[in-house]
């Protein structure tokens, strides 16, 4: 198969995708419109100029100078309108341009909507409300997953731990993000319990950066059901942390281009993702923050098949598990087997 009949049949596979930031999916054209509109400082009103500032097109320092990367994002989200814009449009990217049939999208409110405080209930009302006509408007069915970024802070976590609990019925599930390092996962053992208690399923960011006893420090203090990244599981010469989490039933969320972007990986190539599947565990392909990285899931799958060794009996396998893993309610992952 030649690489354009392979980038073809990617483009039009349906896929899913279980880790994308709504805060990653601004488009240069709307971070440009809204500056306009509010008045907002950027570094260049001009849309070819911006998309070079905007996006991360090679590896970073680090993932902390990545992240700061969202300050333009970040300010973007400065009224109700432009909450409902930006989650309308992210929608609309997923499954016009990458045909993706089962999407959680997630979100910190303190990240996304203390800059302008906005409030949060309101914010939430109005992003469900979109993704609830999108739904019925197309093949695609969707939930919201509520973020703690840990360099927020303890009493940050526990706030948004309260709302997330609050609106069980609006939100599938929650994360746990941002600063793995200095905001270690056993800070947060009784938080996941009472997350647990709700019935709220927990994801978690762990070990995209330092080392992989990190993945067990998460897997012990925090029992998730699916951890983000993970990369770092495979540096455990012993294999027992990929053991670990495939005797638990977690599912990893892998994200191959940002891992690359972030120095998680030295190389696309080196991507433990083949080496997760082949040990038997459970993953999923995301595109992480598809705007800010500039990536989306058909480039993802076509790395995957054309340099990090995946056959496309991998793909679908990586299809099965997604929808497995699904914080969605089993009704709509049944919609979506039938379109996956």
């Given at each position: ?12 596979m349906?896929?899913?995708e ?36 905007y ?5 970073g ?6 992240l ?22 992210a ?10 049939r ?61 709302f ?18 200095d905001?270690p ?23 995209e ?23 770092k ?25 940002s891992?690359?972007?972030?120095r ?29 990285l ?7 799958y ?12 991998d ?7 997604a929808v ?17």
């Amino acid at each position: 198969m030649t690489q354009q009949e392979t980038e073809q049949k990617i483009k039009a596979m349906p896929k899913a995708e279980l880790h994308r930031h709504i805060e990653g999916c601004v488009r240069v054209g709307t971070v440009l419109d809204l500056a306009r509109k509010h008045n907002l400082e950027l570094p260049t009103f001009d849309p070819a100029g911006l998309d070079q500032i905007y996006k991360l097109r090679a590896p970073g320092a680090s993932l902390v100078e990545v992240l700061g990367m969202f300050k333009m994002a970040q300010a973007s989200f400065v009224s109700y309108d432009a909450v409902e814009r930006i989650t309308y449009e992210a929608l609309e990217d997923a499954y016009k341009k990458e045909n993706i049939r089962l999407l959680e999208l997630r979100y910190s409110p303190d990240f996304m909507l203390k800059p302008r405080g906005l409030d949060w209930q309101k914010a939430l009302e109005l992003m469900s409300a979109v993704m609830e006509k999108y739904e019925k408007s197309s093949n695609m069915v969707c939930g919201l997953i509520v973020i703690a970024s840990r360099s927020y802070g303890l009493a940050s976590a526990q706030k948004t731990i309260d709302f997330a609990v609050k609106n069980r019925r609006r939100v599938i599930g929650f994360d746990l993000a941002d600063n793995e390092a200095d905001y270690p996962s056993s800070l947060y053992k009784e938080a996941a319990g009472k997350l647990r208690a709700a019935g709220l399923p927990l994801t978690v960011h762990s070990g995209e950066e330092g080392h992989f006893s990190q993945v067990n420090e998460t897997l012990e203090a925090l029992r998730p059901r699916r951890i983000g990244h993970g990369v770092k599981a495979a540096e455990d010469a012993s294999g027992a942390t990929m053991r670990r989490i495939k005797a638990a039933g977690v599912t990893v969320e892998t994200n191959p281009w940002s891992n690359y972007l972030t120095r998680a990986v030295p190389a696309i190539e080196a991507h433990p993702l083949k080496k997760f599947l082949d040990a038997g565990l459970s993953c999923t392909i995301g595109s992480d923050d598809p705007e800010i990285l500039d990536t989306h899931l058909n480039k993802e799958y076509a790395l995957a098949v054309e340099r990090m060794g995946l056959s496309f009996v991998d793909i679908a396998r990586t299809l099965e598990c997604a929808v497995a893993g699904s914080f969605l309610p089993a009704d709509k992952r049944q919609q979506a087997a039938k379109e996956l």
